[in-house]
């Protein structure tokens, strides 16, 4: 019997049969603004609060503070959750330079000692940086999804793609990746707009439409119409 867990991003879960298989990697991939960032948090801090499950937090791209601050505006108050020991940001830029196999233990033992079960890596893309020999990192992110299967962690890697391009280039993602899901920018009457489309989700009847997300003062969500 499959587990699925509620992901706890408004309005996707009717899109999957109900949410995320357990211990699954999901790609978020998308174009800067598109909102991974924020979609990553509501997957985080509503597993947390709501679904009982604890998480960890991984920032690369905007540091701890910068991050605090601007999800704030969003109603998620991190700083209020960590005290309550019910999710770690870990904030790697500070130790960035110790390696890619430095950095995963750090994040397992995070892990571990919390024993969370959810975990965003934002951005996977920065995340490797830190791994110079792409030989290296495809045996390091294999070895690393294969723990996080067994650890029954379900996470979310972000990965930036320039606007237009359709691959991630990342290298991985045929064997990391048990799902694949873009957020998408676009311009349609003159107004800037995302749209979300999953493209593939292993061991399940996933919607094959694009649909919109909205951002606003309450978080995002995936809005039921679908959008071409
Ligand atoms: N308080 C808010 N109210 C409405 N929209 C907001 C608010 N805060 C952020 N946004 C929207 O969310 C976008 C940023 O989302 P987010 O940081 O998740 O994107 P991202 O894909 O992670 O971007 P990056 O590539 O820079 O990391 C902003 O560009 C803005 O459109
Ligand atoms: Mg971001």
Same mark, same amino acid.
Request: with cysteine; proline share 1%; net charge neutral.
């Given at each position: 019997?499959? &587990?699925?867990?509620?992901?706890?991003?408004?309005? !996707?879960?009717? %899109? #999957?049969?109900?949410?995320? !298989?357990?211990?699954?990697?999901?790609?978020?991939?998308?174009?800067?603004?598109?909102?991974?960032?924020?979609?990553?948090?509501?997957?985080?801090?509503?597993? $947390?609060?709501?679904?009982? &499950?604890?998480?960890?937090?991984?920032? *690369? &791209? &905007?540091? $701890?503070?910068?991050?605090?601050?601007?999800?704030?505006?969003?109603?998620?108050?991190?700083?209020?959750?960590?005290?309550?020991?019910?999710?770690?940001? !870990?904030?790697?830029? $500070?130790? /960035?330079?110790?390696?890619?196999? =430095?950095?995963?233990? *750090?994040?397992?033992?995070?892990?571990?000692?919390?024993? =969370? @079960?959810?975990?965003?890596?934002?951005?996977?893309? =920065? *995340? %490797?940086?830190?791994?110079?020999?792409?030989?290296?990192?495809?045996?390091?992110?294999?070895?690393?999804? /294969?723990?996080? @299967?067994?650890?029954?962690?379900?996470?979310?890697?972000?990965?930036? #793609?320039?606007?237009?391009?359709?691959?991630?280039?990342?290298?991985?993602?045929?064997?990391? =990746?048990?799902? #694949?899901?873009?957020?998408?920018?676009?311009?349609?009457?003159?107004?800037?707009?995302?749209?979300?489309?999953?493209?593939?989700?292993?061991?399940?009847?996933?919607?094959?439409?694009?649909?919109?997300?909205?951002?606003?003062? /309450?978080? %995002?969500?995936?809005?039921?119409?679908?959008?071409?």
């Amino acid at each position: 019997m499959v &587990e699925r867990i509620r992901s706890g991003v408004e309005g !996707l879960d009717r %899109l #999957v049969e109900g949410g995320f !298989l357990r211990g699954d990697v999901i790609l978020l991939a998308g174009n800067t603004g598109s909102g991974k960032t924020i979609f990553s948090m509501e997957f985080i801090c509503k597993g $947390a609060t709501q679904y009982g &499950e604890k998480g960890v937090f991984v920032t *690369f &791209e &905007e540091d $701890a503070e910068t991050l605090k601050r601007n999800i704030l505006e969003l109603g998620f108050d991190l700083e209020k959750l960590e005290r309550e020991g019910l999710i770690r940001v !870990l904030d790697l830029e $500070a130790i /960035k330079g110790s390696g890619l196999s =430095a950095n995963i233990d *750090f994040i397992l033992d995070a892990l571990r000692e919390m024993k =969370a @079960k959810r975990l965003v890596i934002d951005s996977l893309t =920065a *995340f %490797l940086i830190a791994c110079q020999e792409k030989f290296e990192y495809r045996t390091l992110m294999h070895l690393f999804y /294969k723990i996080l @299967k067994k650890l029954g962690c379900t996470s979310i890697m972000t990965c930036s #793609v320039p606007t237009g391009l359709s691959t991630l280039g990342l290298g991985i993602e045929e064997f990391i =990746a048990d799902s #694949v899901i873009t957020l998408e920018n676009t311009v349609r009457d003159g107004q800037l707009k995302t749209r979300f489309l999953i493209r593939k989700m292993r061991g399940t009847s996933h919607s094959k439409k694009y649909h919109e997300v909205v951002i606003d003062r /309450k978080g %995002l969500k995936i809005v039921p119409f679908s959008m071409m």
